[in-house]
C-alpha cells in the first residue's frame, strides 16, 4: 500500500467517526421519570394545649414556734413528726416568777378593789371626798392591770399548736435553757397541698382561676396529683418574664410532702383540626411550608402555619380540606416539579386504531 493510499484510509476513518459521532449527539435524551411519592388529605384530630412546668410542693399551712421570751424548758409535749391537734401543748417554758407575780397582783387587786368599795361607802355619808374614792379605783385598776399582764406572761410560756398537722423532728431537749426567738417545732397541715410553678407570659392569655393541674412526684411516678389553679401572681417576674401560678392539691394519705420537687401538666385548650404527618411540613428559617399537588400531577410549594403535635401529626392551617399534600418523598422534589403519586392508576394509553373501524384478519 502506498503512503498516498495509507493516508486517503486515515481521512476516510476520521470522517466516519466524526458522522457516528454526530448520530449520536443526534439522538433525543431519554426523558427522566418523575420521582415516586406519597400523599394524603389532612385528617382531623384532636389536640390539647399543655403547659409543662416544674414547681415545689408547700404545706397548705406551715409555723414555726419559737421561744418568746429566754428560758429554760420544763416539759415537750409532742413526738418527732408526730400529729399534733389545734391547741396542743408543744412545751412549757419555767413560769415560777410569773406565777408568784400573779399570785401578788391579785393579792393587790383584791385589796384594792375591798378599800375602794369601803370608800364607796363612806362617799355616801359624806366622810369621803371624791377625789379620794378616785384614787383609790385608779389604784384598783392598776392592779387588776397587773394581774391581767402576769397571766399573759403565763400563758406565753405555754406554747400551743395554731392548727392540726405534723411536728417537724425536734432539736430541742427538756431541761434546755432557749433564748427568745429560738425555734422549738414546726408544725406542718399537709392535708392539701400548695403547689407554687411558673409559666411564661405567652401562656398568661388562656390561664383561668379553677383550670385543672395534673402534677406528678419522683417518689410516685405512677400517680397522678390532680388539683385546681386557686391564685396567679398579677406580677410578671422582669428577669424570667414568667408569672408565679399556686394550685392546690388534695393530698390522700399525706404522700406528698413540703419541698418535694413535681412536674406540672395545665391544659389551656382542647380542639379539632386538621393535621399530617410531621415529615410533611419543611422550614425555610420561620417560614413553614408543604408540597401539594395539583390537579396536573405538579408539586407546589405552600406556606402553611403549624400549631400544636400529637403521636407524629401536626396541626396545620393554610391549605385547603381536600388537598395533596406530600407526606413521603418531600427530599426528592422541589416547586414546580411533576411527580408521581404512589397507587395513583396509570391513565390507559389511547387506541391507535380510528373510531368506527375494526381490523380483521386476513385481510
Do not use: W
Not at 408526730?82 to 407575780?101: F, K, M, P
Not at 427538756?174 to 411564661?200: C, E, H, M, N, Y
Amino acid at each position: 500500500m502506498t503512503a498516498r493510499s495509507s493516508r486517503y484510509h486515515s481521512a476516510a476513518a476520521l470522517v466516519l467517526l466524526a458522522l457516528a459521532g454526530c448520530g449520536e449527539g443526534d439522538k433525543p435524551a431519554q426523558a427522566k421519570a418523575p420521582p415516586l411519592v406519597r400523599a394524603a388529605t389532612p385528617t382531623t384530630r384532636h389536640f390539647v394545649d399543655v403547659v409543662e412546668a416544674v414547681g415545689t410542693a408547700r404545706a397548705n399551712e406551715q409555723v414555726t414556734l419559737s421561744s418568746p421570751v429566754t428560758e429554760r424548758i420544763e416539759r415537750i409535749s409532742f413526738t418527732d413528726g408526730g400529729y399534733v391537734r389545734a391547741g396542743q401543748v408543744i412545751a412549757v417554758l419555767a413560769q415560777a416568777q410569773e406565777r408568784a407575780a400573779l399570785a401578788g397582783a391579785v393579792a393587790a387587786e383584791r385589796q384594792a378593789t375591798a378599800q375602794l368599795g369601803r370608800l364607796n361607802a363612806l362617799t355616801s355619808r359624806g366622810f369621803v371626798t371624791p377625789a379620794t374614792v378616785e384614787q383609790q379605783s385608779a389604784l384598783a385598776q392598776r392592779a387588776r392591770a397587773d394581774a391581767d399582764t402576769a397571766r399573759a406572761q403565763i400563758t406565753d410560756r405555754v406554747v400551743r399548736a395554731p392548727f392540726s398537722g405534723f411536728a417537724s423532728q425536734r432539736l430541742i431537749s427538756q431541761g434546755t435553757i432557749i433564748s427568745a426567738g429560738t425555734p422549738i417545732a414546726t408544725i406542718s397541715d399537709i392535708a392539701r397541698i400548695k403547689l407554687d410553678f411558673s409559666v411564661p407570659e405567652t401562656a398568661m392569655a388562656s390561664l383561668r382561676i379553677g383550670e385543672r393541674v395534673t402534677a406528678r412526684s419522683a417518689a410516685y411516678p405512677d400517680v397522678p396529683f390532680v388539683g385546681l389553679v386557686s391564685s396567679i401572681d398579677p406580677v410578671i417576674d422582669p428577669t424570667t418574664r414568667a408569672a408565679s401560678i399556686r394550685a392546690i392539691l388534695p393530698n390522700p394519705g399525706n404522700r406528698l410532702k413540703p419541698g418535694m420537687l413535681l412536674t406540672v401538666s395545665l391544659v389551656t385548650g382542647e380542639r379539632d383540626a386538621p393535621a399530617v404527618p410531621e415529615l410533611a411540613v419543611l422550614g425555610d428559617g420561620a417560614e413553614r411550608y408543604v408540597y401539594v399537588i395539583d390537579r396536573e400531577g405538579v408539586a407546589r410549594r405552600t406556606k402553611v402555619t403549624t400549631g400544636a403535635r400529637d403521636g407524629g401529626y401536626i396541626e396545620l392551617r393554610g391549605i385547603t380540606p381536600n388537598a395533596r399534600v406530600v407526606t413521603e418523598g418531600v427530599v426528592k422534589i422541589d416547586d414546580g416539579v411533576k411527580v408521581k403519586v404512589e397507587g395513583d392508576k396509570d391513565k390507559p394509553a389511547k387506541s391507535a386504531s380510528k373510531p368506527g373501524i375494526t381490523r380483521q384478519s386476513g385481510t
